[in-house]
């Protein structure tokens, strides 16, 4: 049981190039989110996907795609990086619709933009 | 919308000295609380949670919180830190069936051996 994982773990990438962010959960969650950490302001949702075939735009959006693949993966897509999108990229998914519906994260991208 | 605040960016400790740290929500309603920890070079860990009952919920390694709704407030606590307590801790809240988390902007803890 690997819980939430992320590739890759670090990037780099020249400004206007595209990549694509993967996760995959095997909790069997319906939602699954993305989220970018930067010092100071916390974690600041991207997109988030309430169940296959969902997606829905959080507080920080722009610049960004989002695939929900099938219920175990959501990928985020970058599609002219800018260096303002430096930053560490966490994937988490939850249980939705449960009480208990906490979150959980994967182990992050770290992504630099020159 | 909702929003968090937490009352500390950075906090240094000694070993052994207690610890609090502030949370403040705001909104209205039935809300679900949480506290994750970040450890240096690692993910997001939940500490512990609130959903209902008992305002005083204890969670791993020690912590505890209080949820005093009257306040807005999910204050987080441990009575004696370690220095492996060193990381950065958020504070998060959910609406109760709602899709979106909001956390807020994180304190980092630094315990001096």
């Known amino acids: 049981n690997a819980g939430v994982t992320q590739t890759p773990k670090f990037q780099v990438l020249k400004t206007g190039q595209s990549m694509t962010l993967q996760c995959a959960q095997d909790?069997?969650?319906?939602?699954m989110y993305w989220y970018r950490q930067d010092p100071g302001m916390g974690l600041r949702l991207i997109y988030y996907?309430?169940?296959?075939?969902?997606?829905d735009k959080g507080e920080v959006p722009n610049g960004y795609n989002v695939s929900r693949l099938n219920k175990r993966e959501f990928s985020l897509r970058l599609e002219s990086a800018a260096p303002s999108q430096t930053s560490v990229y966490f994937c988490?998914?939850?249980?939705?619709?449960?009480?208990?519906?906490?979150?959980?994260f994967g182990p992050g991208t770290r992504l630099t933009v020159l | 919308a909702q929003s968090v605040s937490q009352h500390n960016h950075h906090v240094i400790l000694s070993e052994a000295a207690s610890l609090e740290l502030g949370c403040n929500y705001s909104?209205?309603?039935?809300?679900?609380l949480f506290w994750y920890v970040q450890y240096p070079g690692q993910h997001l860990q939940l500490l512990l949670k609130?959903?209902?009952?008992?305002?005083l919920v204890k969670g791993i390694k020690g912590f505890e919180a209080e949820f005093i709704k009257s306040k807005f407030s999910f204050n987080l606590r441990k009575p004696s830190v370690q220095w492996s307590d060193t990381a950065e801790y958020f504070c998060?809240?959910?609406?109760?069936?709602?899709?979106?988390?909001?956390f807020g902007p994180g304190t980092r803890l630094s315990v001096l051996p």
């Open positions: 988490a998914s939850s249980e939705q619709g449960s009480t208990y519906n906490e979150q959980f």
């Open positions: 909790m069997n969650h319906n939602s």
């Open positions: 996907s309430a169940s296959e075939g969902t997606t």
């Open positions: 909104y209205g309603g039935t809300v679900n």
């Open positions: 609130y959903f209902s009952g008992d305002p």
């Open positions: 998060a809240v959910n609406v109760f069936y709602g899709q979106n988390f909001v």
